[in-house]
């Protein structure tokens, strides 16, 4: 991905494979036809070229430490709601679920302690989520708070559809609240605007799935997050995986 800007327009050259191209120039229209804020494609060359015009507002990744609420919990899941039905039809991607004991084994590869609570976490996710459908819903299928613009407290843009896909809408909220609760580096403040956060938002995803189907997949998110300490070579990589873990912990603590 490569940002250029030509004038006072900033935009975005992302070279694609050629087995690629046509499927991620597709999914851009699909959403861009449907109305949602997906980047605009401004050209598409013959050697696998697409470039798109940078979204507007800000990232919520950083505006979710502004003292007001960026957007709310509904317009995340309107957002969510609008893909249009055509997204079903496209190939199915695995979930974070489904990859659980991947992620285990390799927590469990660098930090051996580790293995008696990730045995406890797997087998807790993989029986709760037992028998429950793969689902049919327009997912984003990476969906968190780095992939969202927000500006003056509506959603203006939503990036990476290259993602979207069948799937359930408790993934796509799963995923936004796992990254939300494993933030890592911050300060109090920053810690409080979170917490107050995910205490306004998660009550109202609860509406829209299962709670206890949310907690479980947000758990099976977290434990694919903890690998990022070691594979980043964080100075504290122990620490911040235990802290990860414990968060994944707590949720399915609330359920079982």
């Known amino acids: ?56 507002g ?34 199915r991607r695995m979930s974070w679920s489904d990859a659980l004991e991947q992620y285990a084994d390799m927590v469990i590869e660098v930090l051996p302690s580790q293995q008696p609570r990730l045995d406890w976490l797997v087998t807790q996710i993989g029986s709760g989520l037992r028998g429950v459908p793969k689902g049919n819903e327009p997912t984003h299928g990476d969906f968190h708070e780095g992939q969202i613009h927000v500006s003056g407290k509506q959603i203006v843009g939503i990036l990476d559809v290259d993602t979207i896909g069948p799937g359930r809408r408790a993934d796509d909220l799963a995923c936004l609240i796992a990254h939300l609760s494993t933030i890592q580096g911050m300060n109090p ?23 206890v189907e949310l907690r479980l997949r947000t758990a099976a998110v977290i434990i694919s997050l903890a690998t990022g300490p070691y594979r980043n070579q964080e100075a504290d990589w122990q620490t911040q995986t235990s802290t990860i873990l414990g968060a994944a912990t707590a949720l399915i603590r609330q359920i079982v």
């Open 58 to 91: 800000t990232a919520l990744a950083r505006a979710v430490f502004d003292p007001e609420e960026p957007c709310s919990a509904e317009q995340l899941i309107g957002l969510l709601d609008a893909m249009p039905e055509q997204v079903t039809q496209l190939p």
């Open 189 to 211: 403040e920053q810690e409080a605007r979170i917490r107050a956060l995910l205490a306004n938002w998660v009550p109202v995803f609860d509406e829209r799935v299962d709670p």
């Open 1 to 56: 991905m490569i940002k250029a800007q030509v004038g006072n327009q900033i935009c975005y050259i992302k070279v694609l494979r050629p087995g690629a191209f046509d499927d991620v120039l597709a999914r851009h229209n699909l959403l861009t036809s449907a109305g949602l804020p997906s980047p605009q494609v401004l050209a598409a060359t013959d050697d696998q070229l697409l470039i798109t015009r940078q979204l507007p």
